[in-house]
C-alpha cells in the first residue's frame, strides 16, 4: 500500500502542475476596433471605405489555443456593423458570434460593444469579418490560432508564416451596389478586381507598384495560410512552379497531401507549406475565379503576387525579370474544385457519431419571384420582370429587425421567430434536373429548427438547379463538422450511404456543396444558442438562403449559455 502511494502522490502532483501551467499559459487579449470610413486609392480612384483602425484589410490578430479576446468595437462609420469571429466554436459564447440580428442587434453608428470569448481547442486559420449588410467587402482580417505554449505543429516548424486575405474590390461603395440589387431584384454589380492582402497585383490600372511581396530564401520550407474573404466568388489558388503541401484547412489539421492548385470557397482557409526549391527568381502567386453557375456574370480578372527569392543572385537579375506566370485552371473547371475537396482527410480515425438521432434533408438553391402587384417594373429587373430571390427546403430566410433571435429565445419573446423550419423539403422533386417553375418561387419566414443538446445530427445539402445550378460555401456558425461524402446528382440514401467516409473525414465550419450535387455533413449539438447556417456567398444570403437552428441547453452550468453581457446593443 506505502508502494502505491508513493506512485500515486507523485503522479497527482504531476497532474495538477501539469492543469496549473496550461491555465497559466493561456493569455487574455485585448484589443480596439475603430470602424470608420478611411480614403483607400485602388485601381486609380480612391474612395471613402470602412475600414478597422484605418487599415484594409483590418489587422491581424494572433493567440494561441486556450487564449481568450476581448475585442471592443466601437462604430465611428455611417452604418450599423457586427463582427464575426469566423470558425471559432464560441462555446456557450454564442452572444459574441456576431451576425447581425441573429445573436445580437447590430452596433449602431456612435456606439460600441465588447466581444468576449475563449477558443478552445481549435488551431490553425481562421479570419474575422463583418456580419452587417456588405461591409465584410472591406472590413476583413485574419485570426491566427498557434498551438499551445510548449507545443507545437504536427509539422516541422516553417522558417516563416504569411496569411494571404484573398479579397474583392469595387470601384463603387459595396453597400450602394447591394441596395441597388435589392432595390431592382437584379443580380448585383460583379466586383471590379480581385486582392492578396488588400491589393489587386501587377495586371490591373494603377496598382503595380502596390503589389504584395512574399519573400523567400533558397531552400527554406514557409507556411502561407490562405483565406478567401472575397464576398461572392469561389476561387482558384496557384503560385508559379511550386508545390503546395496543404496541412490544414478552416483551423483543423489535414492529413498532408501535395497539390498544384487550391480551391476555397468564401468564408473557407487552407494552410500550406511552400519549400523554395526553384531557381532563384520572381514567381507570380495568384487567383482567380472558379464561376460554376453557368451563365451568370462574374469577375474574370486575376489578382497576383510576388513570391521573391531574396538570394544573391537574384536580387541583380530580379528586378528585370518579369515573373513568372502559374496556369490557372479554367473558370468552370468543376474537375478540379472537386479533386481538390475530395482530397481533404483528417490527420487520424475521428470519432464521427455512427448513430443519428436528427436526419435532415435540406435543399439549397436560388428561386425567381414574381413581380409583386402593383409593383414598378424598375423594381422587377431579374429575369423576364422577376426578383432574385434564393432558400432552403423552400424557405427563403427573413432576419428579424427589432430583436435578435437568441434575444427572443433567451426571454421568451414571442412573435420573433417560429421553430417549424422544415427537416426535408415540402415537396420532393428531381433537384438538379429540370424544375417546374412552379417550384421557383420560396415562401419567405423567420424559420429555426430545434435541437436538443447533444443531439447527433445528419444534414444533407442538396444542391437544386433552380434558374442554376452552382457551387455553394455552406457555413454553419458555433460548430465544427465532419463531411462524410459529397457528389453529383440527387442524394440518394441506398446508393450514396456506402459512400459516406466514417474513419477520417475532413473537418471544416464551411463545406462547398458541389455544382448540381450534395454534400453530408454530421455533427454533435454541443454548443447551445442560436446558430446560423448559410451560403457564404453573400448575394445569396442577401436573397434570403439561409436558416437557423436553435440549440437547447443541456444539464448544469457546462452545457448552459452564459447570460447576455451588459453592453449588449440594443435594437
Avoid at 432576419?399 to 434575444?407: D, H, V
Wanted: hydrophobic share 35%; glycine share 8%; charged share 15%.
Amino acid at each position: 500500500m506505502e508502494d502505491l502511494r508513493n506512485i500515486i502522490n507523485p503522479l497527482c502532483t504531476f497532474l495538477v502542475l501539469g492543469m496549473l501551467l496550461h491555465f497559466a499559459s493561456a493569455k487574455t487579449h485585448y484589443h480596439g476596433f475603430v470602424i470608420q470610413a478611411t480614403p483607400v486609392k485602388r485601381l486609380c480612384k480612391t474612395h471613402n471605405t470602412i475600414t478597422v483602425n484605418g487599415m484594409y484589410p483590418g489587422p491581424t490578430l494572433e493567440v494561441n489555443n486556450g487564449d481568450t479576446l476581448v475585442v471592443k468595437v466601437t462604430n465611428k462609420a455611417r452604418y450599423n456593423v457586427t463582427i464575426h469571429w469566423h470558425g471559432v466554436r464560441q462555446l456557450r459564447s454564442a452572444w459574441a458570434d456576431g451576425p447581425e440580428f441573429v445573436t445580437q442587434c447590430p452596433v449602431r453608428p456612435g456606439h460600441s460593444y465588447t466581444y468576449r470569448f475563449t477558443i478552445q481547442g481549435q488551431e490553425g486559420t481562421l479570419w474575422w469579418h463583418a456580419h452587417s449588410s456588405w461591409l465584410r467587402a472591406t472590413v476583413y482580417g485574419a485570426l491566427i490560432i498557434h498551438p499551445r505554449l510548449g507545443e507545437s505543429y504536427p509539422f516541422p516548424k516553417p522558417k516563416r508564416e504569411t496569411p494571404l486575405l484573398l479579397g474583392e474590390w469595387w470601384d463603387a461603395n459595396p453597400i450602394d451596389v447591394v441596395r441597388q440589387a435589392t432595390r431592382t431584384g437584379a443580380a448585383p454589380n460583379v466586383s471590379n478586381a480581385y486582392t492578396i492582402n488588400g491589393q489587386p497585383g501587377d495586371l490591373y490600372n494603377c496598382s503595380k507598384k502596390d503589389t504584395i511581396v512574399v519573400p523567400v530564401n533558397s531552400g527554406e520550407t514557409n507556411l502561407l495560410r490562405i483565406i478567401n474573404s472575397a464576398l461572392n466568388q469561389q476561387l482558384f489558388f496557384k503560385i508559379a512552379n511550386h508545390k503546395l503541401r496543404v496541412v490544414g484547412a478552416d483551423a483543423s489539421y489535414v492529413k498532408p497531401f501535395t497539390t498544384s492548385v487550391l480551391m476555397l470557397g468564401p468564408g473557407q482557409t487552407t494552410d500550406v507549406l511552400i519549400t523554395a526549391d526553384q531557381p532563384p527568381a520572381k514567381y507570380y502567386i495568384a487567383a482567380r475565379a472558379y464561376a460554376s453557375a453557368q451563365g451568370a456574370p462574374f469577375d474574370n480578372t486575376t489578382t497576383t503576387a510576388i513570391l521573391e527569392y531574396e538570394t544573391a543572385p537574384c536580387l541583380a537579375k530580379c528586378t528585370s525579370t518579369k515573373p513568372v506566370m502559374p496556369s490557372l485552371p479554367a473558370f468552370n473547371n468543376t474537375a478540379t474544385a472537386t479533386a481538390f475537396t475530395k482530397s481533404l482527410r483528417s490527420p487520424r480515425k475521428v470519432e464521427v457519431p455512427t448513430e443519428v438521432d436528427e436526419n435532415l434533408f435540406i435543399t439549397v438553391g436560388l428561386g425567381l419571384n414574381n413581380c409583386p402587384r402593383g409593383a414598378r417594373r424598375r423594381n422587377c429587373q431579374g429575369p423576364n420582370g422577376t426578383r432574385f430571390t434564393a432558400s432552403m427546403n423552400n424557405v427563403s430566410f427573413v432576419l428579424p429587425s427589432n430583436f435578435s433571435l437568441l434575444q427572443a429565445h433567451q426571454k421568451g419573446i414571442p412573435g420573433v421567430f417560429t421553430t417549424d423550419f422544415p427537416a426535408n423539403p415540402p415537396l420532393k422533386f428531381d433537384y438538379t434536373g429540370n424544375v417546374s417553375r412552379s417550384l421557383w418561387q420560396p415562401a419567405r419566414g423567420t424559420k429555426v429548427y430545434r435541437l436538443k443538446y447533444g443531439a447527433r445530427v445528419q444534414i444533407v445539402l442538396q444542391g437544386t438547379s433552380i434558374f442554376t445550378a452552382e457551387n455553394h460555401p455552406i457555413h454553419l456558425h458555433g460548430y465544427d463538422f465532419y463531411i462524410l461524402a459529397e457528389g453529383f446528382g440527387n442524394f440518394n440514401p441506398k446508393r450514396d450511404t456506402p459512400k459516406f467516409n466514417l474513419v477520417d473525414p475532413p473537418q471544416r465550419n464551411t463545406a462547398s456543396v458541389p455544382v448540381g450535387g450534395w454534400t453530408v455533413i454530421r455533427f454533435v449539438a454541443d454548443n447551445p444558442g442560436v446558430w446560423l447556417m448559410h451560403c457564404h456567398l453573400d448575394v445569396h444570403i442577401t436573397w434570403g438562403l439561409a436558416m437557423a437552428f436553435l440549440v437547447e441547453n443541456g444539464v448544469g452550468e457546462l452545457q448552459t449559455l452564459q447570460p447576455p453581457p451588459a453592453d449588449l446593443p440594443l435594437c
